[in-house]
């Protein structure tokens, strides 16, 4: 037999850690039902104990946090159901499952159990009122989206924006969404969403799963923390057919990240359809005002006309009348009828004999014209 050599050999510590990647990615939380068995409170408020059945066991770890939340240990051979992750304690190279939720099977199921139970809460403190559900602003200019940075969530959220409304920009604030770890990462991000500048709104969610893989998204501490969220919210659970409660929290409810986008950003090209449109009223509202406008302004002018010519008639009139009083007081309308007017030669009008002596030349006006004359 060949050994391979040192560094193609896994070492036990890669083993170990491969194996705990594999159950954790390959199982994910589940709801596991069993007996309780062998359980061990220490001191440190940790619990250990054995879960199993007629056919097989588990050993278990419930940390202080999820057991303060318990209460009293079950007594030894209590069926209940579990909230858990299987992992591997590499360590010791040991299966176990990491307990976040412990409820007795007795009375109604315990998913919806621990449901009705967070869905009170949050009622009680007022974050189901509808009063306070707030509107989406119209065209977001920066979005935060709190989702799995590895999931076809995001690629689908950021596909339909791109489409919808391009000029908006897209912040992702990366968590896991599902496992042990998911709860604690997704206030973390949420709170992260409160401290980024410009930020108008904020989505939140998953792709499609099992009831199961979702139940993250009926947290108490994430449903609080998406409530405090200072913008408006949209939760965009991909579960069609269920609620979370992050759905009731929210400002809105989407039923897949990609209906969130579409929900959140206007269609632009419905936008432009929509701009085109007015734009035709408009001009055509323009062009009927214009006309109504010159037709008013031409019945404007011919009222102006008509009044200016009444204004001026009767300055004209009185105008000829004077004309024609002042032509029958005129001196050439007299010689027109027969009389004359003798002029010396400097163009005094004589008066009198004296101002002819025999001999003196003088012109005599009569009505077409001047004679010339000598005094004898």
Not at 29 to 42: A, D, M, N
């Amino acid at each position: 037999m060949t050994l391979p050599a040192g560094p193609d050999a896994w070492t036990v510590a890669r083993v170990a850690a491969a194996a705990r990647r594999l159950v954790e990615e390959g199982v994910g939380q589940v709801w596991i039902t069993g007996e309780v068995s062998g359980l061990k409170r220490y001191s440190s408020g940790h619990w250990y104990f054995t879960l199993k059945d007629p056919d097989a066991q588990i050993r278990c770890v419930m940390w202080r946090s999820y057991a303060a939340k318990v209460g009293a240990p079950p007594a030894e051979g209590t069926e209940v159901y579990l909230l858990a992750t299987p992992t591997v304690w590499e360590e010791k190279g040991e299966f176990r499952l990491q307990v976040v939720v412990m409820l007795p099977t007795a009375g109604i199921g315990l998913a919806q159990q621990l449901f009705e139970r967070t869905r009170a809460a949050l009622e009680q403190d007022g974050l189901l009122d509808p009063a306070r559900k707030r509107r989406l602003p119209p065209v977001p200019a920066v979005i935060a989206l709190v989702t799995s940075p590895d999931g076809a969530a995001l690629r689908d959220m950021i596909t339909v924006a791109h489409r919808r409304w391009p000029a908006t920009r897209l912040l992702v604030v990366g968590a896991k969404v599902q496992g042990t770890e998911a709860e604690a990462e997704l206030v973390r991000a949420l709170g992260i969403v409160d401290r980024l500048e410009g930020v108008e709104l904020c989505v939140i969610g998953r792709g499609g799963g099992s009831r199961e893989d979702l139940m993250v998204f009926n947290s108490e501490a994430v449903c609080r923390a998406l409530a405090a969220v200072r913008v408006p919210t949209i939760s965009a659970v991909g579960h069609e057919t269920d609620l979370s409660l992050t759905d009731l929290v929210a400002d809105v409810r989407a039923p897949t990240p990609s209906a969130a986008m579409e929900l959140a950003l206007p269609d632009r090209v419905e936008v432009r359809r929509q701009v085109e449109a007015l734009a035709r009223r408009l001009a055509g509202g323009l062009t009927r005002r214009t006309r109504l406008l010159g037709e008013r302004l031409a019945r404007t002018g011919d009222r102006m006309q008509v009044a200016m010519t009444r204004h001026l008639e009767r300055p004209r009139t009185r105008l000829e009348r004077l004309g024609a009083q002042l032509d029958a007081l005129s001196p050439l309308r007299v010689l027109r009828r027969g009389y004359a007017v003798a002029r010396t030669g400097d163009g005094r009008v004589v008066r009198r004999m004296a101002q002819l002596p025999p001999g003196e030349p003088f012109s005599l006006r009569v009505g077409d014209g001047d004679v010339a004359a000598r005094a004898e």
